[in-house]
């Protein structure tokens, strides 16, 4: 008996043809959207894996902020409430340090300390009122930034020595830890009681009452 060759109608073979194409093109798109972020993340998770695990080579990492990008924005902050130079014509700014805070347990929690010139006054008191009032306003400013635990503000004004060389010499010292400011409402705040919160303050006798 001859042997009847197999053969294929075109139909079966067209719709063969199509669920291959179909399946393809399911699982090119399931996998493009997935990499690349189009839809729901979870959705498309489910689509691949039937469960919602999401790979983690492709969670966004966090944003984290330089040293570098967080000296500029304290030191820009600062410029800004004391100015550039002072009255008398010398920069504002001594010395500036934003160091890692050694008495935290948290490592990215950091201490400012700001040694500056301030501007004169009429009378020592009213030197020293600006100076305060310039101080409520650095520590507002300069705790909105996140990670600062606290702020040393160094004042300083250039007294002339025995040989008549004008130095630096601090006259205000006010240091304040994030714990101590935590309740405060800096816009109704008396900055006459900075002493009442600093963890330490000192008045050179020049600028008392």
């Known amino acids: 008996m001859e042997k009847k060759e197999d053969t294929m109608s075109p139909l079966k073979a067209c719709m063969i043809i199509c669920v291959g194409v179909l399946c393809s093109a399911t699982i090119l798109l399931t996998t493009y959207w997935y990499l690349f972020g189009f839809g729901d993340a979870e959705t498309a998770a489910e689509v691949e894996n039937g469960n919602n695990m999401i790979d983690p080579e492709h969670v966004v990492d966090e944003i984290v902020v330089s040293e570098e ?47 500056i010139f301030g501007n004169d006054n009429l009378t020592p008191s009213l030197t020293r009122k600006g100076w305060l009032a310039k101080s409520a306003d650095l520590f507002e400013e300069l705790f909105s930034l996140e990670n600062i635990e606290e702020v040393s503000l160094m004042w300083n004004y250039p007294f002339t020595d025995t040989a008549e060389n004008e130095e630096p010499t601090m006259v205000l010292n006010i240091s304040i830890e994030r714990e101590s400011i935590s309740e405060i409402n800096w816009g109704s705040f008396d900055y006459n009681r900075l002493d009442q919160v600093a963890t330490q303050y000192w008045v050179h006798p020049a600028i008392q009452d």
């Open 69 to 115: 990008e967080i000296d500029q924005q304290v030191k820009e902050i600062i410029l800004s409430i004391v100015g550039e130079e002072t009255d008398y014509g010398v920069a504002t700014i001594i010395d500036l340090q934003v160091n890692d805070h050694l008495g935290t347990e948290d490592p990215d929690d950091k201490l400012i300390i700001a040694r």
